[in-house]
C-alpha cells in the first residue's frame, strides 16, 4: 500500500526527503494510533522547504545539548549537597530536561548517499 507523502514543515503533500522514523516518531504514531487519529503518512521534508528545516533542526540541537547540559549541572549540584538523594532527583531532572527539549523537536531527514548516524 503506498502512503501519501506530507510535508512536516509546510503540511502540503509533497515529495521530498524521508523523514527518519526514529522512537519519538514511532512514539507519536503510537500515540495517535491509540487516540484513533491514525494518518498513516509518509513524512518528509520537500524542497521549498529544507533551508527552514535545517534551521529548526540545528535550533533543536543546540536546545537540546543546552538543557540536557543544565540538566546535568544541577544533577551535580543535587549530588554535592546530598549524595544520596542527588542521585535520584539528579536523574529526574536530567530525564526532565530531556523532555522538556522535546518540545521543539525536529526529526532528522535520510539524505540520499550520506551515512545516517
Not at 79 to 97: A, C, E, H, Y
Amino acid at each position: 500500500m503506498m502512503r501519501e507523502n506530507r510535508c512536516i514543515m509546510c503540511g502540503e503533500h509533497k515529495n521530498g526527503l524521508e523523514v527518519i522514523d526514529d522512537n519519538v516518531i514511532r512514539g507519536i504514531r503510537w500515540v495517535k494510533e491509540k487516540l484513533g487519529r491514525k494518518t498513516g503518512f509518509r513524512l518528509v521534508v520537500c524542497k521549498e522547504c529544507y533551508a527552514n528545516y535545517r534551521k529548526a533542526r540545528k535550533k533543536f540541537e543546540g536546545r537540546l545539548k543546552l538543557y540536557l547540559a543544565l540538566g546535568v549541572l544541577m544533577a551535580i549540584l543535587l549530588i554535592t549537597i546530598n549524595p544520596l538523594s542527588g542521585v535520584v532527583f539528579g536523574s529526574m531532572i536530567v530525564v526532565f530536561m530531556y523532555f522538556i527539549s522535546l518540545l521543539t523537536y525536529v526529526p532528522r531527514v535520510s539524505i540520499p548517499g550520506k551515512a545516517v548516524k
